[in-house]
């Protein structure tokens, strides 16, 4: 079956930095995608890996690894702001999402 | 700038009524889907459109149904509403130039079916 996996909730502090990791199956592959989701709010896209590696953008990185079946979101110099939901999708053969549950990120002060 | 906007934020119906939920998006992309998303799971897909009057059944279509009359708008019935269609409602569309394009959110409709 197809299944995507990530912790339900994580803490970190202010100015730190956080992994989110994401694991899955799915019927094929079409790419990985990490969204943001503030709480009451619609979903807003952050990444998408199709090629195995690191890509960077800003205070925000996305890694994969295909032959793993791994992603993982790095969020560096964390802020208050970045308290949020973080949705893994993989695409899947039919060019179809598969969603996690998401991943509640907790940033104290 | 992106926007795809929902009919409601919140709605409250009662068990047997008949629900309309309507989403409209301002890009000119061809491709709209309806999602349900709840606690502890991630989203799941009701149905989608690649065109206009075209549908597809998704992983969840059993209770609802869909209509694209025109590109921009894509609305989302419940024939029959029934508790455990409490939930929220999300709307997103992408082009179509390439499969692998992004999806963009509506803000959501909360429903509560009592």
């Known amino acids: 079956g197809q299944n995507i996996d990530q912790p339900t909730e994580m803490t970190a502090t202010e100015g730190a930095i956080v992994q989110i990791n994401c694991t899955y199956q799915t019927s094929g592959f079409n790419g990985l995608f990490w969204y943001q989701q503030h709480a009451g709010e619609a979903p807003t896209f952050l990444s998408y890996n199709v090629l195995d590696g690191l890509e960077e953008k800003g205070r925000f990185s996305s890694f994969l690894s295909r032959s793993k079946g791994y992603s993982y979101l790095l969020l560096k110099e964390l802020q208050m702001k970045d308290s949020a939901s973080y949705l893994c999708?993989?695409?899947?053969?039919?060019?179809?999402?598969?969603w996690g549950a998401g991943t509640k990120l907790i940033i104290k002060p | 700038d992106v926007k795809v906007t929902q009919s409601s934020r919140y709605l409250v119906k009662r068990t047997g009524e008949k629900v309309f939920l309507e989403c409209v998006q301002d890009m000119d992309h061809e491709n709209m889907f309806w999602y349900r998303q709840d606690p502890g799971l991630g989203l799941r897909l009701i149905y989608f459109?690649?065109?206009?009057?075209?549908?597809e059944k998704g992983d969840i279509p059993e209770g609802y149904s869909v209509s694209r009359e025109k590109k921009e708008r894509f609305s989302l019935i419940l024939e029959s509403a029934s508790t455990n269609q409490t939930s929220m409602y999300l709307c997103a569309s992408s082009r179509a130039e390439g499969h692998q394009e992004t999806q963009y959110f509506g803000p959501g409709t909360r429903l509560l079916v009592l």
């Open positions: 999708a993989s695409m899947d053969s039919n060019y179809q999402l598969i």
């Open positions: 459109s690649y065109d206009v009057k075209m549908k």
